[in-house]
């Protein structure tokens, strides 16, 4: 066991520090299986909330409180119509298919197709919308890729059991689950189960209790992530059960750690940092159970699962979907001094909630200049954090991998040139990860199609590839740029180089991506960080 740790680390350590010459000019070829496209979610664009058969799901019940103004939340019916997509999903569609994407990734609200959340007692009303939906999509020449949940299960079940805090949870989601995939199975072909468990069980637990819908001490992030890892793999058996064609994967968010300097110690708190923040719901599902060392550090914490759980949880994934914007960079602080303040912002506190456990992590986001920062980096563009976050899942499940969102949030008036020098520095990352290191990228979404809900910042923060005026209350879509870099996306299977605009205080990233015939070296002062990473394996064997 220990030899196999030290070749993951040496390995670990050799992708991480490996520098790439940069090359600005020219296109960048994308390899011919994978997939472009974009996502969006029912939650933050559908609308009609109440209506349409629907009933209230967990997020519209928590913000109805009107209690998150101090974390930010400055209306609470921000989220009742959203974009309107419900009833305007046909102009969002007819955008994406202007665009040549390939993959359209939504989301079904498990409130409109279940609203007491009972499978037996489907809403046939949101049940016929979905078809319509997935139906329009594949006219356009569009491949479905649909997410079961994300984040909006039916209140009614927060009330019944308290939601993920109870095992009950497990085999209602599975039972919706399988109805969602006998109903839809035969149009979508790619499924992810449940959104960004990590988020679920963190962030809106946050919602939960600032709203005084929950007592603090009465939630339990670890016991939520074990419901849902659980209930993850209840869903995939369920998809085999009915010998259904096509493939199920997990999803998590995914902002990957790079250790502040060479030392043992920051090496350590890094590969801790990662298995406490993404381990934690991607091991199960690939080997079975918890890795050894969240099990470590969280101790009485972190629930067992039962051997007969082990057994439904390993292999319970086809491939892994990866929500990837940022990374951070960590370093080790002796648990014995005072805590340090941790960043301000609510990413920042999602990501310290998911790291519980480890008081000897300090942890902050990396800008375009590769500094620490205490800003996420929402406007920012910094590909290493794709590149980081790849190899990192890579080299330790070896399964394929989806980028099912990635994207840059800009205010109205910011220069658009922005955005897309975004996505060409990130899908130049993906390009040479998989070429230089045989990565198996299977497809790529940008977050997000048009702007959305983005819940604290309302529709203050613009994701989305087409604007949607929600200033004038119009809802009316049109598209913020040029459409050549998706034509060429489409049309040359290659990658623009796009300049950062230079009225943006962005600067370049200091290790920008190149194209996958750039040449690589690998420096003396690199091939220490391997000797003293791999030294840290052997650390934390005495530690523990």
């Not at 349409?52 to 109805?64: A, I, N, R, W, Y």
Request: a negative charge.
């Amino acid at each position: 066991m220990l030899k196999h740790l030290v070749l993951i680390y040496l390995l670990t350590a050799f992708v991480q520090s490996r520098t790439v010459e940069t090359r600005h000019e020219g296109e960048v070829m994308l390899p011919e299986h994978l997939l472009i496209g974009a996502a969006v979610s029912a939650f933050q664009t559908e609308g009609w909330w109440n209506k349409g058969g629907k009933s209230e799901s967990m997020v519209d019940h928590v913000l109805h409180t009107g209690r998150l103004g101090s974390l930010g939340y400055k209306n609470a019916n921000d989220s009742d119509n959203a974009a309107d997509s419900y009833h305007r999903y046909k102009e969002d569609i007819a955008i994406a298919a202007r665009l040549k994407l390939q993959v359209y990734r939504f989301s079904f609200s498990w409130s409109r197709i279940l609203p007491d959340g009972d499978a037996s007692n489907p809403n046939m009303e949101g049940v016929a919308f979905y078809h319509n939906f997935i139906d329009e999509m594949i006219k356009q020449n569009l491949t479905p890729v649909g997410t079961v949940y994300h984040f909006d299960h039916p209140q009614i079940l927060e009330d019944q059991f308290r939601g993920w805090q109870s095992r009950e949870m497990i085999n209602k989601f599975r039972d919706y689950a399988r109805f969602v995939f006998k109903e839809y199975g035969s149009k979508v072909k790619r499924w992810m189960t449940i959104n960004e468990p990590n988020v679920m069980c963190t962030y809106f637990g946050t919602l939960l209790t600032t709203a005084g819908l929950v007592q603090p001490e009465d939630y339990d992030n670890f016991k939520c992530m074990h419901h849902i890892t659980l209930a993850h793999a209840k869903a995939y058996r369920a998809f085999q059960e009915e010998k259904l064609e096509g493939s199920v994967g997990v999803n998590t968010w995914l902002v990957v750690a790079k250790p502040n300097t060479t030392s043992v110690e920051d090496s350590y708190a890094t590969e801790a940092f990662n298995q406490l923040h993404i381990g934690t719901m991607l091991h199960p599902v690939v080997f079975g159970d918890y890795p050894d060392m969240v099990k470590t550090l969280k101790g009485k914490l972190l629930p067992e699962f039962t051997p007969e759980e082990k057994e439904l949880l390993k292999g319970s994934t086809d491939f892994i979907s990866l929500n990837v914007y940022a990374e951070v960079n960590v370093a080790y602080k002796d648990p014995s001094t005072p805590p340090e303040p941790q960043p301000f912002s609510g990413d920042a506190n999602i990501v310290e909630k998911t790291i519980i456990g480890a008081d000897f992590i300090s942890f902050r986001f990396i800008d375009s200049n590769g500094k620490r920062s205490e800003d996420y980096p929402y406007s920012q563009i910094v590909p290493d954090a794709m590149r980081s976050a790849l190899l990192w899942t890579w080299q330790r499940y070896k399964l394929p991998l989806l980028i099912s969102e990635n994207g840059i949030c800009l205010t109205k008036g910011t220069d658009e040139q922005l955005r897309y020098a975004f996505y060409s520095a990130f899908l130049r990352a993906i390009v040479s990860t998989i070429n230089d290191f045989k990565v198996n990228v299977i497809g790529y979404c940008v977050w997000s199609l048009i702007d959305n809900f983005e819940w604290s910042n309302g529709y203050s923060l613009k994701y989305g590839i087409a604007a949607v005026d929600y200033e004038n209350g119009s809802l009316n879509r049109s598209l913020k740029y040029s459409t050549d870099f998706w034509m060429s996306l489409a049309e040359k299977r290659s990658v623009p180089f796009v300049e950062i605009p230079t009225s943006e205080p962005t600067s370049e990233p200091t290790s920008e991506p190149t194209s996958p015939s750039a040449s690589s070296h690998f420096s003396a002062n690199k091939l220490v960080f391997v000797l003293f990473v791999a030294l840290h394996v052997l650390v934390f064997q005495i530690w523990n």
